[in-house]
C-alpha cells in the first residue's frame, strides 16, 4: 500500500520523518513516499511529485497551526482526495485541535497526535492492506513502537532551531518563491484601480474576482486576501443579491459592530480581509450562512453576535 506524507514547515517535517522510520516498522506492507527522503538528485521535482499524486490513494498530512493555508498542503490533498476510493487523513499536531480547521482540510478525517488516536490511524491503514495483522498483532507492535514515537514527538516539539539558516530543501523553496510572487503580484496588481479612481466607482463595479480584490485592499489596508476563500466566497453567494461591490459594501456596513466586537474576542480567525467580509456576510445572509463553510466558533458567534447587527 502506497501512503503519500504531505508535510510544510519545520514541525511538520520532524513528524513526518518520525512515521517514515516508524510506519514501516510496524506495517510491513506500507510503501512511502516523503519528498524530502524519496525525489533524487537531479529529478525534476514537480514531474516527480505529480507521478506520486497519481499512483497514491491514501494520505497523511502533517498538520501545525503554522502550515494550515500552505498551498503546498492544499493542493496534495486535494490532489489525492479526488482520487476515486483514496483517503486522507489528517494528523493534528501540537495543540491543533480538529475546531480549528477550515474547509476543505476539515472535511478530511482527522486524528489528534496521541495515543489512542495514532492507534485508531494505525488500524485504518491496516484494514487496508492485502494481508493485515489481526487485533492482537497490531496492539503488540504498537505497544512496543509507541513508547519511542511518543519520545521522539516530543522531542520534535521542544527542539529549538539553530540560529544559523538552515538550506531549504527544493520543496520549500519552491512553496517560499510561489508565495513572494503572489505576494509581489498584489503589491503591484491594485495600484492603479484603487489609488487613482473614486471609492463611488469602486463600489459601483460589478461584483468579480478583480473588482472584490481591489476593494478589499481599500477597505482594509495593511490586510492580506486569500484567494481561496475568496474564490469560495465568490461561488457560494447569490450573484443576483450582489450584483456590485456596494451591495457587499451595504452587508459589511450592517454587520460592523458584530464583526468588530467577535474579532476583538477572536482575532485568530481574522488575518485577512477575506474573513472581514466573509463572516460579515455570514452575519447578514442566511443563505450565504448555509453555502458556505465555517468553524463550530464562527457558527456560534452568528448567534452570540447577531444582536449586534444593524439595520442601514
Excluded at 474564490?231 to 461591490?245: A, F, G, M, Q, V
Aim: a neutral charge; proline letters at 4%; aromatic letters at 14%.
Amino acid at each position: 500500500m502506497k501512503i503519500f506524507f504531505s508535510w510544510s514547515g519545520e514541525l511538520s517535517q520532524k513528524v513526518a520523518n518520525i512515521f517514515y522510520e516508524y510506519l514501516p516498522l510496524m506495517l510491513n506492507e506500507v510503501d512511502i513516499f516523503m519528498s524530502e527522503h524519496d525525489i533524487e538528485s537531479g529529478t525534476s521535482w514537480s514531474i516527480r511529485l505529480s507521478e506520486e499524486l497519481n499512483e497514491t490513494n491514501y494520505c497523511i498530512v502533517f498538520l501545525t497551526p503554522d502550515n494550515l493555508i500552505k498551498p503546498w498542503i492544499l493542493f496534495e490533498a486535494g490532489a489525492i482526495s479526488k482520487q476515486l476510493g483514496s483517503r486522507v487523513c489528517s494528523l493534528l499536531i501540537k495543540d491543533l485541535r480538529p475546531q480549528d480547521l477550515n474547509s476543505p482540510l476539515s472535511l478530511f478525517q482527522n486524528r489528534i497526535f496521541n495515543k489512542k488516536d495514532i492507534y485508531k490511524l494505525l488500524n485504518d491503514i491496516n484494514s487496508k492492506l492485502k494481508k493485515p495483522l489481526t487485533e492482537k498483532q497490531l496492539e503488540s507492535v504498537f505497544k512496543k513502537w509507541w513508547p519511542d514515537i511518543e519520545s521522539e514527538y516530543n522531542k520534535s516539539l521542544f527542539s529549538r532551531p539553530d540560529n544559523t539558516r538552515v538550506k531549504l530543501s527544493e520543496r520549500e523553496l519552491l512553496e517560499e518563491l510561489v508565495l513572494r510572487v503572489r505576494s509581489l503580484e498584489k503589491k503591484y496588481a491594485f495600484v492603479d484601480p484603487v489609488y487613482e479612481r473614486s471609492s463611488t466607482d469602486l463600489l459601483s463595479r460589478p461584483l468579480n474576482f478583480d473588482s472584490l480584490s481591489w476593494y478589499s485592499i481599500w477597505k482594509y489596508p495593511g490586510k492580506k486576501i486569500s484567494e481561496y476563500w475568496q474564490s469560495r466566497l465568490l461561488s457560494d453567494i447569490n450573484p443576483e443579491k450582489y450584483p456590485r461591490i456596494s451591495n457587499i459594501d451595504d452587508a459589511i456596513m450592517k454587520a460592523k459592530k458584530a464583526v468588530d466586537e467577535y474579532s476583538r474576542i477572536n482575532p485568530e480567525y481574522f488575518r485577512y480581509s477575506t474573513d472581514f467580509i466573509t463572516k460579515s456576510l455570514g452575519f447578514v445572509d442566511l443563505d450565504f450562512r448555509k453555502n458556505h463553510s465555517w468553524s463550530k466558533d464562527t457558527l456560534n458567534a452568528f448567534e452570540k453576535y447577531s444582536k449586534l447587527i444593524q439595520d442601514k
